[in-house]
């Protein structure tokens, strides 16, 4: 069954902090994998998107790093700012069914000052 | 125009009323999805139309019911609802059924009393 776990949950650090959230899926074949960033009660925005060929992606302070072998994700913030406060979701693309994202539960994160 | 927009932002219906969500992107795109998220849960695909024709239908009440007047427009016709359909209703949209980055819209919060 293709799922896509994140971990941790949630998380709480304060401002100018760095932090990594993760993500391990079992989609396969799968295309591509991208991280959305959630605001509550607001649409996902795209972060980064990678396909299977891709190591890494950078977008400002985010970066997503994928390993296709071991079918892991990891997205890194650094420098924390109050605005990162959200939810960050995994979503893997299967290679087949293409419309049928399969989405991580998300970790809500939240920046203290 | 990058965008995908939804209209409107809040909706509050009783059980007996009908009502529609709107959906609009101008980027051409040929894919526009709905999804149903509820608090702290990853968004659940409900619909999809691919060059305005009804491709997927995740077995979805009939009391929920789609159209896609043109390439460029997604309505949800909602009718005798339920509180627990209480949700935050997306659009997406991408630039066909194979291009898997789906621009998501900022949803409406439906409360059904």
């Known amino acids: 069954k293709n799922q896509v776990e994140q971990s941790p949950q949630s998380l709480i650090i304060l401002e100018g902090k760095n932090c990594t959230l993760q993500?391990?899926?079992?989609?396969?074949?799968?295309?591509?994998l991208r991280w959305y960033k959630q605001d509550t009660g607001r649409g996902p925005v795209s972060l980064t998107i990678?396909?299977?060929?891709?190591n890494t992606k950078s977008n400002g302070r985010y970066t997503a790093t994928l390993d296709a072998d071991t079918k892991q994700s990891s997205l890194h913030i650094t420098a924390s700012q109050l605005s990162d406060s959200a939810s960050y979701i995994c979503?893997?693309?299967?290679?087949?069914?293409?419309?049928?994202?399969?989405f991580g539960q998300g970790t809500r994160l939240t920046i203290n000052p | 125009d990058t965008e995908v927009t939804q209209t409107p932002k809040h909706l509050v219906m009783g059980m007996t009323n009908k009502k529609s969500l709107k959906c609009e992107q101008h980027?051409?795109?040929?894919?526009m999805y709905w999804y149903k998220q509820k608090a702290k849960k990853p968004p659940e695909l409900m619909f999809v139309?691919?060059?305005?024709?009804?491709?997927i239908n995740e077995s979805v009440p009939s009391r929920f019911s789609p159209e896609c007047p043109n390439s460029s427009l997604l309505n949800l016709h909602l009718h005798a609802l339920q509180p627990e359909d209480s949700a935050l209703y997306l659009c997406?949209?991408?630039?066909?059924?194979?291009?898997?980055?789906?621009?998501f819209g900022p949803g409406t919060r439906l409360t059904v009393l």
């Open positions: 997406a949209s991408s630039q066909d059924w194979l291009v898997y980055e789906q621009f």
């Open positions: 993500c391990n899926y079992t989609v396969s074949p799968f295309s591509n």
């Open positions: 990678m396909t299977f060929s891709e």
């Open positions: 979503v893997v693309s299967p290679a087949q069914g293409a419309q049928k994202l399969v």
């Open positions: 980027m051409g795109h040929r894919a």
């Open positions: 139309y691919s060059y305005e024709k009804l491709s």
